[in-house]
C-alpha cells in the first residue's frame, strides 16, 4: 500500500509517521523541530510549518471528496482524530498529548486514502538530494548577491525570488510539487516585468555570473517541476530568458 508522498494524504501520513517515532515526553515544540529540521527556538518557523500541516490535512480531504465512487465518510474518518490533535495540543505541551490522538486505526486509514489518492493523482517523488543541492546554491548565491554591485531594489528583487524558491522547496514535504510549480511560474513573470533592468544590471561582468547562477536555479526548478508533474519543460522565448542574462 502506498506511503509515497507523491500525494497529499501520503506527505501527511509520511510526516505523522516521522512525529510518531518521537519520545512522549518531550514538548510538541521540540517534536516539530526534529521532523522539519528546525532549531527548537526558532518558534516562527515551527508555527509556520504547522500551519502548513494544517492546510495539507484540509486540502486531503478535500482531494478525497473529490473523487467520485467511493464511500467518503469512511476515507475522512481518520481526520477528526488528526484535527483534534491539533486542537488540543501546544508547542509547549508534552507530545504525548498530540501523539495519543493518532491510533495506528488513523494511519492504516490514511494508508489507505494514500493509495487511493497515488492511483489518481500520483507525482513522480523529486529526489532529496536535488532538493538540497538547490537549497545550497540558493544560500551561496543570496550571499553573492549581498555583496555585489546591483542597485539595492535589484538586489531586493533577487533575493527575494531566491527566498521563495527557498520557502517552496522547504515545504516540498507538506505541499508538493504545485507549491515549486507555483513558485516557478511566479519567478517567471518577475523576469519578464524585470528585462530591461535585468539588461542593466547585468552590463558588468561580475554581475553576468550572478545574473547566471540565477538564472541556472530557476532553470534547475523547472526541470524539478517537469520531472514531478510529468510534464514537458518550458520552452520558446521565455526559455531562452533561462539560459543567462541577455547580453552574456
Not at 526558532?42 to 508555527?47: F, H
Not at 549581498?146 to 531586493?156: G, L, M, V
Not at 530557476?218 to 521565455?238: D, F, M, R, W, Y
Request: include cysteine; charged fraction near 25%; hydrophobic fraction near 40%.
Amino acid at each position: 500500500m502506498s506511503n509515497n508522498i507523491d500525494n497529499p494524504a501520503g506527505r501527511l501520513l509520511n510526516i505523522l509517521l516521522s512525529a510518531r517515532g518521537q519520545k512522549d515526553n518531550i514538548a510538541v515544540k521540540q517534536v516539530w523541530a526534529n521532523v522539519f529540521g528546525l532549531k527548537a527556538d526558532d518558534t516562527g518557523s515551527i508555527l509556520f510549518m504547522v500551519a502548513e500541516l494544517i492546510n495539507l490535512t484540509k486540502n486531503t480531504q478535500e482531494e478525497i471528496q473529490k473523487i467520485e465512487d467511493i464511500n467518503h465518510s469512511i476515507y475522512l474518518q481518520p481526520f477528526k482524530k488528526i484535527e483534534t490533535a491539533f486542537a488540543v495540543a501546544n508547542l509547549e505541551t508534552n507530545w504525548a498529548s498530540f501523539k495519543n490522538h493518532i491510533t495506528q486505526d488513523t494511519i492504516v486509514a490514511l494508508q489507505f486514502c494514500s493509495d487511493t489518492l497515488s492511483r489518481r493523482i500520483g507525482e513522480t517523488e523529486i529526489p532529496k538530494e536535488d532538493l538540497d543541492n538547490l537549497l545550497k546554491d540558493i544560500e551561496t548565491l543570496t550571499s553573492s548577491i549581498a555583496n555585489a554591485t546591483f542597485s539595492d531594489d535589484f538586489k531586493a528583487f533577487l533575493i527575494d525570488n531566491l527566498e521563495n524558491i527557498r520557502k517552496a522547496i522547504l515545504t516540498y514535504r507538506i505541499r508538493g510539487a504545485n507549491a515549486l510549480k507555483k513558485v516557478f511560474e511566479s519567478s517567471i513573470g518577475a523576469i519578464c516585468l524585470y528585462q530591461d533592468q535585468i539588461q542593466e544590471e547585468g552590463k558588468p561582468k561580475s554581475n553576468q555570473k550572478i545574473l547566471s547562477k540565477f538564472f541556472s536555479i530557476v532553470s534547475g526548478l523547472n526541470s524539478l517541476v517537469a520531472l514531478a508533474l510529468k510534464t514537458k519543460e518550458l520552452a520558446g522565448p521565455i526559455a531562452k530568458l533561462l539560459l543567462g542574462p541577455p547580453g552574456e
